[in-house]
């Protein structure tokens, strides 16, 4: 790990690694680490070690640092509303109806979503 920043209101802890990674961890529940408290997002972006992070004054935006040469400017309201699998199936819904290459049964997995 090669920075971290906390939110303005202390509720969310970003960390740059070595690993291209900056994680988004939840302190909600008063943790003062990464290892008290709850991962909420793995970002990827950097091409190389993300450096350092820093969170604007009203926590809404996240500026990651890399070694790459690059600042990555990450929307944290959006992130914090991503829902992942029901994101992941719209994105899969029409290839899940439309290819032949998928099972019969396997083209309802995202029902109900």
């Known amino acids: 790990m090669w920075g971290v920043a906390f939110s303005p209101d ?3 802890l970003a ?3 070595i690993d ?3 994680k988004l961890w939840s302190l909600a529940d008063g943790a003062t680490t990464p290892a008290g408290g ?4 793995t970002l990827k972006q950097h091409n190389s ?5 820093a969170f604007n004054a009203e926590g809404t935006v996240l500026a990651s ?3 790459d040469e690059t600042v990555v400017l990450w929307n944290i309201p959006e992130i914090l509303q991503l829902q992942s699998l029901r994101y992941g199936c719209a994105w899969i819904s029409d290839y899940l109806r439309t290819s032949s290459a998928v099972a019969e049964s396997d ?3 995202c029902e109900g979503l």
Do not use: F, H, M
Request: aromatic share 0%; glycine share 12%.
């Open 10 to 12: 202390g509720t969310l």
């Open 38 to 41: 709850t991962l909420i997002n």
């Open 65 to 67: 640092v890399g070694d």
């Open 15 to 17: 960390t740059a690694s």
């Open 20 to 22: 291209e990674t900056v």
């Open 107 to 109: 083209r309802r997995l």
């Open 49 to 53: 070690g993300v450096r350092s992070v």
